[in-house]
């Protein structure tokens, strides 16, 4: 728990309690919410007197991140970014450019520790959970240091959004308020390596976000050696909260499946993928879409991607069997956009030198 207020993850409502709580009127949130989540600090809250200024500074805790490092593709201008937080801790968000806007990846904690086992993120563990006002911070801080609106936000960097579910959905009523950053919910996508008890938890709180399920194996056997989670909720547990979420909301639902040279990218793989899918949202109507990845290659796995050729005959095949399926592209790959890898290596830089 922070010690001191934190006025970022606060919204117009809270604010006006503080406020009141402070002897000042409830109008000053109204002052100060849209200059809080245009980036502006205590000192630069000039429509608020001296006074009420300083006391701000004194009771309350600037979460805002610094940038600690960028990188910069000289493909395709993706921006990695390397934030340090209030504590010390960093964290990465990567800025994505395309025709349609800019989409930014952010964090939602310090670390993670679902350890699946082709990330790099999940290396070291969880440290902590990001505050909402550290996930809106992502997106004020790359938006003011590129100078571009950021228009869609996906929430796959380090750290499982449902493991953080209270402090995740506070961001996402603050980053969508009209009188903030208004960014529409339909533009924001939400990735779970498979917490049961979070999406029916997600289905309920009812916000018209994307739901992106990290699914990677078609098979408990295959997806148990990779990812962790699902020891805990098998595949038909996983996919029985996916078609309740969709029947709750009406929401299109989207699965990731990172393809691992010999591990999970054979034919037969492909096969059993799209028999486990048709069968587990027949008769509902959801139309059913898997992006495919290659996997990131980090030192510490030792996995290997495959060919694209393999890549694309995989998508093929579920395409034949009448699934969506696209093969995503692979953004800031000479600044190793993939999340997890920067910090990795600062933390590594960081206990080298201490």
């Not at 109204?30 to 000192?43: H, M």
């Not at 960097?157 to 959905?169: Q, S």
């Not at 395409?319 to 592209?329: F, P, S």
Request: glycine letters at 8%; a positive charge; proline letters at 3%.
């Amino acid at each position: 728990m922070l010690e001191k207020k934190d006025l970022y993850s606060m919204l117009p409502s809270e604010l006006e309690e503080y406020f009141v709580s402070l002897g000042e009127p409830k109008f000053r949130a109204k002052q100060v919410f849209p200059r809080l989540a245009a980036g502006c600090r205590i000192d630069g809250l000039t429509n608020l007197s001296k006074t009420l200024r300083e006391r701000l500074k004194a009771e309350t805790l600037d979460t805002l991140p610094t940038v600690e490092e960028k990188l910069v593709s000289k493909i395709d201008g993706t921006v990695k970014y390397l934030f340090r937080l209030f504590d010390g801790s960093c964290i990465e968000s990567v800025l994505m450019k395309y025709k349609h806007g800019n989409t930014l990846c952010i964090s939602s904690q310090v670390g993670c520790y679902m350890g699946c086992k082709f990330c790099a993120s999940t290396i070291g563990g969880k440290l902590r959970d990001l505050y909402p006002s550290e996930l809106l911070g992502q997106v004020i801080v790359a938006g003011a240091d590129s100078g571009e609106r950021v228009s869609n936000i996906v929430m796959m960097g380090i750290g499982e959004p449902l493991d953080n579910f209270d402090n995740v959905v506070k961001f996402l009523r603050l980053v969508n308020h009209p009188d903030g950053l208004n960014i529409g919910y339909r533009h924001i996508s939400l990735s779970t390596c498979g917490i049961v008890t979070g999406i029916y938890k997600l289905a309920e709180v009812d916000l018209p976000i994307t739901l992106s399920i990290s699914l990677h194996a078609a098979t408990d056997e295959k997806r148990s050696a990779i990812m962790p989670i699902n020891n805990k909720w098998k595949i038909s547990e996983l996919l029985s909260a996916c078609v309740d979420y969709y029947k709750t909301t009406g929401r299109r639902i989207s699965f990731e499946y990172t393809l691992i040279s010999g591990k999970n990218d054979t034919a037969a793989d492909a096969e059993e993928l799209a028999t486990l899918l048709n069968t587990a949202f027949r008769g509902t109507g959801a139309p059913i879409h898997v992006n495919l990845i290659r996997v990131n290659e980090v030192k510490e796995t030792g996995f290997k991607r495959g060919s694209a050729e393999t890549v694309n005959a995989f998508a093929d095949l579920l395409e034949k069997r009448g699934i969506c399926a696209t093969v995503r592209r692979r953004l800031g790959s000479d600044v190793n956009a993939a999340c997890g890898q920067l910090r990795r290596s600062r933390m590594n830089k960081e206990e080298s030198s201490s």
